[in-house]
């Protein structure tokens, strides 16, 4: 299968790496004005070495003020890494709803975020682009 994509888009070629973020000990109020302030919906929760714990979005950001992140995230959300094939990860997010991937390496580590939308556009456009170049070809 490895071979069947080879030299096309990965989702390091897409992922947003100004994703907010948080620790533990951090406040919810704080990390949502923060996070709104960025102009995102959801922040991810790190420790010192920047290795993904949780994630804060939706209900979370209900909790009163001064409630601790570690209290309301969301634990071990599922990662992806940044060699993924772009076009197969795209189909698998569309296939079941998701909007967003979080990318790490394969320690963990916080690379950034994959926006579905953002994927489909690139892919969009490489298929065009190829398009033109083979119609230039065949004239």
């Not at 993904?52 to 003020?65: T, Y």
């Amino acid at each position: 299968m490895a071979g069947e994509y080879a030299g096309i888009r990965k989702a390091i070629d897409i992922v947003r790496r100004d994703v907010p973020t948080c620790r533990l000990d951090d406040r919810v109020g704080d990390v949502h004005q923060e996070t709104q302030a960025a102009g995102w919906k959801v922040c991810l929760v790190v420790n010192e070495h920047n290795i993904v714990l949780g994630r804060l979005r939706g209900d979370a950001w209900q909790a009163e003020p001064q409630t601790r992140v570690e209290e309301v995230m969301e634990n071990g959300p599922t990662t992806f890494r940044p060699d993924n094939f772009l076009e197969p990860l795209i189909k698998r997010m569309k296939e079941r709803k998701v909007g967003s991937v979080i990318i790490t390496n394969s320690d963990g580590g916080l690379i950034g975020v994959l926006f579905r939308k953002d994927g489909e556009e690139l892919l969009h456009r490489d298929h065009s682009m190829n398009e033109n170049k083979n119609e230039s070809r065949s004239n």
